[in-house]
């Protein structure tokens, strides 16, 4: 008998909507993840509602992305940008809404709720008893992970959350970690029962990150046509590493072989601890001697970020925490070799020696001497380049789906275990 997929699912994604420009606010790779998800599952005939906090009195109460995508703007707490800290406190108002909206049809709407980040999961966790359906949970990235690895500047995640993800964890039917080494994590850190994870490696929208010719990549860019870019795609925030490519590109322009011409190009806004100090980076870039060097570019559109990255040399990860990697992905998808920290899910995402280089620790000569590397040998460039298309190929957006469709049936054929949920603290 053929396994039952779901007919409709209903996607929680609290702190931020499908619908925001990845790169900057609380917007990146879960962003990406939950719309290209969401219109290869309406491909199929699974159709998806996303909820998420409206903040903006503008923002429709529904907006279709897709036919068979529906992104429902919830109304919780007031209408405009929250700190992640501030939104437990709204998680009432916003279950109480998804739930109306539910109470709304006829029974029976959803088949299956998924729960993106440990917020979400809170609301997920009380739909699935009101509703009698499975709870999938993706945690994406996991705050005792974050603090064993803070970044000088960066603030710990508060207690509240801690708290609230070994609930969520407890709480639901199926776990979805991005690498065995995030379910390694969710079982050891969190107690998480082995038996209800399943690894399900995000993907990357191979039609639009393609290899193409750096030399066209670079005119509609206005990048010099000769010399070396490096780019950094991504969040501007302390756990994303920023400064560790500022300096390591200063210690690179120090040397005279390699000082003609250098571009560093980050592409991105303040986030997180970020936004207290939106000016960071074009202050370290001074105080280094390399202001000249740096363009600060604003979020942009996928078919544009592939641009970047087919344009640069190489493209930096130095992050000090990552559930994926899905910028190292993109770029290598690119044919663009990529230097990352040897840490979480950027073992995975980059093949060491293979497709990039994989670097311990976050002390910039260890970086300068990769990009010194990558820079005096365009043998190494052009192997790690091959290397990097080859690697990405296996990270299709189709097989992320067929592995979540799998996951969902397998919830839906599990009888639910009976538990009541404490709200969030």
Not at 60 to 73: D, K, S
Not at 160 to 175: C, M, N, P, S, Y
């Amino acid at each position: 008998m053929p396994r039952r997929y779901p007919r409709r699912i209903a996607t929680i994604s609290v702190h931020t909507s499908p619908l925001e420009q990845p790169g900057t606010g609380d917007a990146g790779g879960l962003n990406v993840y939950v719309v290209e998800v969401a219109k290869l599952m309406a491909a199929r005939g699974v159709e998806v509602d996303v909820f998420t906090r409206a903040v903006s009195r503008d923002a429709p109460p529904i907006a279709e992305i897709v036919p068979g995508v529906l992104v429902r703007h919830v109304p919780a707490g007031p209408f405009e940008d929250l700190d992640k800290a501030d939104l437990p406190a709204q998680l009432c108002h916003f279950t109480f809404e998804v739930l109306r909206t539910e109470a709304a049809y006829a029974p029976g709407r959803y088949d299956v709720v998924h729960g993106h980040y440990w917020l979400s999961g809170h609301v997920g966790a009380v739909a699935k008893e009101r509703w009698g359906v499975p709870l999938v949970q993706s945690m994406h990235t996991l705050g005792k992970v974050k603090n064993a690895a803070l970044a000088d500047g960066d603030a710990a995640e508060p207690a509240t959350r801690l708290r609230g993800e070994d609930d969520v964890v407890a709480a639901a039917d199926r776990l979805v970690a991005n690498t065995d080494e995030e379910a390694r994590q969710l079982a050891a850190l969190y107690g998480a029962d082995p038996a209800k994870i399943w690894t399900v490696n995000p993907g990357v929208d191979l039609s639009v990150f393609r290899p193409g010719p750096a030399g066209e990549a670079r005119r509609r860019l206005g990048l010099p046509a000769d010399g070396n870019v490096i780019v950094f795609a991504g969040r501007v925030q302390p756990l994303k590493a920023p400064d560790v490519v500022l300096r390591a590109a200063a210690l690179i322009r120090a040397d005279p072989a390699l000082a003609r011409s250098l571009t560093i190009a980050f592409i991105g806004g303040p986030s997180g601890t970020g936004r207290a100090d939106p000016d960071q980076l074009t202050e370290l870039a001074h105080s280094l001697g390399i202001a000249g060097l740096v363009r600060l570019e604003p979020p942009c559109p996928q078919p544009e970020l592939a641009d970047w990255y087919r344009a640069a040399t190489v493209v930096m990860v130095p992050s000090y925490s990552e559930s994926f990697g899905l910028v190292a992905v993109e770029a290598q998808a690119c044919g663009t070799p990529v230097i990352a920290a040897s840490v979480g899910g950027l073992r995975t995402a980059v093949q060491d020696g293979v497709s990039g280089v994989l670097i311990d620790g976050h002390d910039p000569a260890s970086y300068a001497h990769a990009l010194r590397d990558l820079f005096t040998s365009p043998g190494l460039r052009a192997t790690l380049a091959r290397g990097a298309v080859a690697h990405a190929s296996r990270f299709g957006w189709g097989v992320t789906v067929d592995r979540l469709l799998t996951v969902y049936a397998g919830a839906m054929s599990t009888p639910l275990a009976p538990q009541t949920f404490s709200p969030a603290r």
